[in-house]
């Protein structure tokens, strides 16, 4: 091989290295903001040289046309422009995208500007006339930083749109009745695939743990995992949050915002009561789903996205596509892969499961140290129905345990709703053994536990209060502290 050649190939991985080094390793959208034609010339054959995506203007106004077409990455802006400053064209494109690395070239006599300008964000700067090494070297420390910059607001976004549980105050999936194990069964068989799933169900069943579930055993567990309700937000928040937008888009768009598109890349996006999205969104999730690519709000570039999608509902999506308030062209796209969530009354088996689980997780959250439900209570849990399912029972539990200052949950701790209900919906009537156990619970909570003087309150004698008390399953922190206390009087006799 000639050495000239090696010479060459030499230099070039070098140059290579040096872009890697430098955080350039791709090309850069490079705006070249000069209104002198000379130097116009020799700064793009210095960038397209290097390797970067160009566009020239000469003026201001141009350059902020250009800006967020552009999709620009680094801006060269020369400050001596014919018809706007640049020190009034600078902040406006920090406006425009706060992520925006801007380096400015400038004349010998013009170093008091350049400071100026740096102090209104500018990232870096170069003195006419300048080597294009130099040039060159400047632009690419710039994009790596605006990389940099860029890769964090989508970081954050990320963050502020994660949570570490769900709704219903779990990670996991509790439940050993057969329904649960049916849907551990279809998570795990759909998981390592990268099809689309639908969660039906009713509200607070526990279909954004499924969703989790889902990404956490699917091929892509350390990817992002993206939620977003379509009921908690109007239309065109939900696209805006979804797909992003530019500055100007809409009123108060005043940067470029990354959406959840961007956000979820290689990841899950769980989209949670989908059928609340308005007919536009919908056409536009379509076209994701078809395409993998998408526009921001005012943008007018495709953007690539590899995103695995699983959506929620409470609404029968099949029903809404016959009434023409769904696509039914998405129906299609997204019902790849349904799994049904039961009700809590129809697994009644798994209501204590959940109770006991909750009371682990809020016991260092609240402060408290509950160990356990009494038995009323429990009765009471088990032929409730239930309404509001799994995170109606989670609000029921963390007040309970708000109220509760020793380690049983008592029936004094519960809302009245829980009193008299049954899981058939009607009102209950309840016997003799629950009203008694209830109210001896009552006093006992009154009393702070103190045995002989809830024995007092009740007209009994504290050996029957005990009896009662072991008869209902009813524990208290101070009985048991007197309860213990006689048996050792008693082995000390």
Known sequence: MPACRVSFQIRTECVKKQQVMEGAETPGKILIVEDDEGARIVVERAMRNDGHNVVSVGTGQEALNHFGRFDTEVVLLDLGLPDIGGLEVLPRLMQLDETAAVVVVSGMGDIETVVEAMKLGAEGFVVKPFEPANLCKTVRRALRKHRLARHAAVYEAAVASRTGTDAVGTTELVGSSPQMSKVRGLIMQVATTESSVVLMGESGTGKGVVARLIHRHSRRPHGPFVNLSCAALPANLVESEIFGHEPGAFTDAKVRKPGLLEVANGGTLFLDEVAEMEASSQSKLLKVIEERTFRRLGGVRDLSTDVRFV????????????????????????????????????????????????????NPALGRRVARISEPVARMLQRYPWPGNVRELHNVIERAMILCQGEQLLTAHMPKDLLYSRADGMIDVPTLDEVEAAHIERVLTVTGGNVKLAAKRLGISRSTLYEKMEKFGIKHGQAEDREADASRQARQR
């Open 311 to 362: 959506v929620a509902t409470h609404a029968d999506l099949l029903d809404l596509v016959r009434k023409g308030r769904f696509r039914r062209d998405l129906y299609y796209r997204l019902n790849v892969f349904q799994i049904e969530m039961p009700p809590l009354r129809e697994r009644g088996e798994d209501i204590l499961e959940l109770a006991y689980q909750f009371v682990r997780t809020l």
